[in-house]
T-cell receptor
Framework: GENVEQHPSTLSVQEGDSAVIKCTYS??????FPWYKQELGKRPQLIID???NVGEKKDQRIAVTLNKTAKHFSLHITETQPEDSAVYFC???WGGGADGLTFGKGTHLIIQP | EAGVAQSPRYKIIEKRQSVAFWCNPI?????LYWYQQILGQGPKLLIQ????????DSQLPKDRFSAERLKGVDSTLKIQPAKLEDSAVYLC??????????????FGSGTQLSVL
């Protein structure tokens, strides 16, 4: 089955700086890669996703890049703000959508004032 | 639009007791999922329903866990008997369920289970 590795487990950045979270996946058939943000005690919420036919996708301060050859994808957050503090999860699936999602272990992002 | 509803929000039980969780997906969503999220880890899929049929239950510990979605809408997940290692947040999620379509996963707030 699919295995998703996520690094780092904790990331602390100064407010206004950029943050990068990296994930690798094992199954070359995976074709859908969402990112979820989970604030303390709340539900995971989808913040951005990318499909295997696209190399990069951007939404305001958030971007995701995908390298199919190397089987890794990354989340980039620019101009970080205090409300970006949360746990971020990457995931991968072969089904093109919500089916068969395997999640990484999460990255705790801390924005230092 | 109403989100995925779950209850209870918290549950504390002793080991070997039984417990049940309830989920109501987003209206019109055909696919319903139960995930287990252990502290410090990502969600792990336990079972997936398409309408009232099971699509994937390969990671469900069937000796103690059971789930049903009898009318294809709301669902119940049960643990009997509970073990200490079952302490986790149980997340319900739903999606539109159209195979191959651009379907996204929406989570409920979860039930935090503590087994003492």
């Amino acid at each position: 089955g699919e295995n998703v590795e996520q690094h780092p487990s904790t990331l602390s950045v100064q407010e206004g700086d950029s943050a990068v979270i990296k994930c690798t996946y094992s199954d070359s058939a995976s074709n859908y890669f969402p990112w979820y943000k989970q604030e303390l005690g709340k539900r995971p919420q989808l913040i951005i996703d990318i499909r295997s036919n696209v190399g990069e996708k951007k939404d305001q301060r958030i971007a995701v890049t995908l390298n199919k050859t190397a089987k890794h994808f990354s989340l980039h957050i620019t101009e970080t703000q205090p409300e970006d503090s949360a746990v971020y999860f990457c995931a991968a699936s072969w089904g093109g959508g919500a089916d068969g999602l395997t999640f990484g272990k999460g990255t705790h992002l801390i924005i230092q004032p | 639009e109403a989100g995925v509803a779950q209850s209870p929000r918290y549950k504390i039980i002793e080991k070997r007791q039984s417990v049940a969780f309830w989920c109501n997906p987003i209206s019109g969503h055909a696919t319903l999922y139960w995930y287990q999220q252990i502290l410090g880890q990502g969600p792990k899929l336990l079972i997936q329903f398409q309408n009232n049929g099971v699509v994937d239950d390969s990671q469900l510990p069937k000796d103690r866990f059971s789930a049903e979605r009898l009318k294809g809408v709301d669902s119940t997940l049960k643990i009997q008997p509970a073990k200490l290692e079952d302490s986790a947040v149980y997340l319900c999620a739903s999606s539109g369920g159209r195979q191959g379509a651009n379907e996204k996963l929406f989570f409920g707030s979860g039930t935090q289970l503590s087994v003492l």
